[in-house]
């Protein structure tokens, strides 16, 4: 154990001894102390405030929509053993969206006694072998793990997919029925040469305005064809690190395609007539004709493997510390940023193309 971990042990220790001493005298000792933490860390910079997600729904009251349309929710991924999380996630799965075929599309080396207890949970497991060429960033393995599963979802007849993670927990107890919605209300024009449907991406805190196609892949929902034609883009031919020159820009980043989700929606883009040519006006135009982009608060996103990085506190606080006007890194394409940018309300201009241009780090 290194000194870290030992520190981090050591602190954690100090600060359960009084939060045993509150659950004596408090009834409500986790609000307390939680609210009382927050007051204590402000400063002149931040307000602090705290979450809970109930980690069973069993005891809560949901509202149900009666709906009959057909969706699946593909976990895609390595089965994540710690905590059994996939297994829960499963189980958690199929008693908030009974409608819906839980399908986990992992590899055909996972262990088999947990491949059947999740079968058992109720799931569709789909096993796939893993490419021989990785990709830029072990891309091929989103692109093959992501398509095994669904296809499975199309065989099973299903109208609407949200492709997800084995080591995530989407906690919105509506989100299928609202990523539907916004399909049907946010249609695109009219063409003939494809159908004409979006897909809805969630922003998370790395993505960005100004760095080309750089939408988060976590998450993709949408109809069956649309999310068959987003995974059917080629597979990676380059191996796992791509070399690039030491100060790139986010261009540079955008034009050698070296981040996974790059990689999958500038193919995308030019698949549905987007030039891909790496400018910040093709990629609006990507956005604003094909996406649907909503917030990380929509979906409300359980992630142990990042938990420091990415729970939702770091997404409106110190991420962000170092953020400039000349880098912008705080601006992403969240709701707010996509729903203005959809109605005209934020228009491009040919000045945001130096933003493309700072260094990328």
Same mark, same amino acid.
């Given at each position: 154990? *290194?000194?870290?971990?030992?520190?981090?042990?050591?602190?954690?220790?100090?600060?359960?001894?009084?939060?045993?001493?509150?659950?004596?005298?408090?009834?409500?000792?986790? !609000?307390?102390?939680?609210?009382?933490?927050?007051?204590?860390?402000?400063?002149?910079?931040?307000?602090?405030?705290?979450?809970?997600?109930?980690?069973?729904?069993?005891?809560?009251?949901?509202?149900?929509?009666?709906?009959?349309?057909?969706?699946?929710?593909?976990?895609?991924?390595?089965?994540?053993?710690?905590?059994?999380?996939?297994?829960?996630?499963? *189980?958690?799965?199929?008693?908030?969206?009974?409608?819906?075929?839980?399908?986990?599309?992992?590899?055909?080396?996972?262990?088999?006694?947990?491949?059947?207890?999740?079968?058992?949970?109720?799931?569709?497991?789909?096993? *796939?072998?893993?490419?021989?060429?990785?990709?830029?960033?072990?891309?091929?393995?989103?692109?093959?793990?992501?398509?095994?599963?669904?296809?499975?979802?199309?065989?099973?007849?299903?109208?609407?997919?949200?492709?997800?993670?084995?080591?995530?927990?989407?906690?919105?107890?509506?989100?299928?029925?609202?990523?539907?919605?916004?399909?049907?209300?946010?249609?695109?024009?009219?063409?003939?040469?494809?159908?004409?449907?979006?897909?809805?991406? %969630?922003?998370?805190?790395?993505?960005?305005?100004?760095?080309?196609?750089?939408?988060? !892949?976590?998450?993709?929902?949408?109809?069956?064809?649309?999310? %068959?034609?987003?995974?059917?883009?080629?597979?990676?031919?380059?191996?796992?690190?791509?070399?690039?020159?030491?100060?790139?820009?986010?261009?540079?980043?955008?034009?050698?395609?070296?981040?996974?989700?790059?990689?999958?929606?500038? *193919?995308?883009?030019? %698949?549905?007539?987007?030039?891909?040519?790496?400018?910040?006006?093709?990629?609006?135009?990507?956005?604003?004709?094909?996406?649907?982009?909503?917030?990380?608060?929509?979906? !409300?996103?359980?992630?142990?493997?990042?938990?420091?990085?990415?729970?939702?506190?770091?997404?409106?606080?110190?991420?962000?510390?170092? !953020?400039?006007?000349?880098?912008?890194?705080?601006?992403?394409?969240?709701?707010?940023?996509?729903?203005? %940018?959809?109605?005209?309300?934020?228009?491009?201009?040919?000045?945001?193309?130096?933003?493309?241009?700072?260094?990328?780090?």
């Amino acid at each position: 154990m *290194n000194v870290k971990n030992v520190i981090n042990k050591m602190l954690r220790k100090s600060i359960s001894i009084p939060y045993c001493l509150i659950k004596r005298v408090k009834r409500d000792s986790v !609000d307390f102390l939680m609210t009382e933490v927050c007051h204590i860390a402000e400063n002149s910079q931040y307000q602090l405030a705290y979450r809970k997600i109930p980690k069973k729904y069993d005891d809560i009251p949901m509202l149900d929509y009666q709906t009959d349309t057909s969706y699946a929710i593909v976990m895609q991924g390595p089965i994540r053993t710690e905590e059994n999380f996939t297994l829960t996630t499963v *189980n958690y799965y199929k008693r908030t969206f009974p409608q819906a075929h839980i399908i986990v599309s992992t590899w055909d080396d996972e262990p088999k006694d947990i491949i059947e207890q999740i079968k058992k949970a109720g799931a569709c497991v789909v096993l *796939n072998s893993k490419p021989t060429c990785t990709g830029t960033l072990m891309v091929n393995y989103q692109l093959v793990n992501s398509m095994g599963g669904i296809k499975k979802a199309a065989e099973l007849g299903a109208e609407y997919i949200a492709k997800t993670r084995t080591d995530q927990k989407i906690s919105r107890l509506h989100f299928l029925d609202y990523c539907r919605a916004l399909i049907q209300t946010f249609q695109c024009q009219p063409n003939e040469s494809k159908e004409n449907t979006r897909i809805v991406t %969630l922003s998370m805190t790395y993505g960005n305005l100004f760095y080309p196609y750089l939408i988060s !892949d976590f998450f993709y929902f949408g109809k069956t064809f649309d999310m %068959l034609r987003l995974f059917s883009i080629p597979l990676d031919t380059r191996e796992r690190y791509v070399k690039i020159k030491k100060n790139a820009t986010r261009r540079d980043f955008s034009r050698l395609m070296i981040a996974p989700e790059v990689y999958i929606m500038k *193919n995308y883009f030019q %698949l549905l007539g987007c030039a891909g040519d790496d400018t910040i006006k093709d990629y609006w135009t990507g956005v604003k004709n094909n996406l649907i982009c909503i917030s990380m608060k929509d979906l !409300d996103i359980v992630w142990p493997k990042y938990e420091e990085r990415y729970r939702m506190h770091h997404y409106y606080g110190n991420y962000f510390e170092d !953020d400039s006007r000349d880098k912008l890194k705080t601006e992403n394409f969240d709701f707010e940023n996509w729903i203005n %940018l959809y109605s005209g309300i934020l228009q491009y201009r040919p000045e945001y193309e130096k933003y493309a241009d700072v260094i990328f780090k």
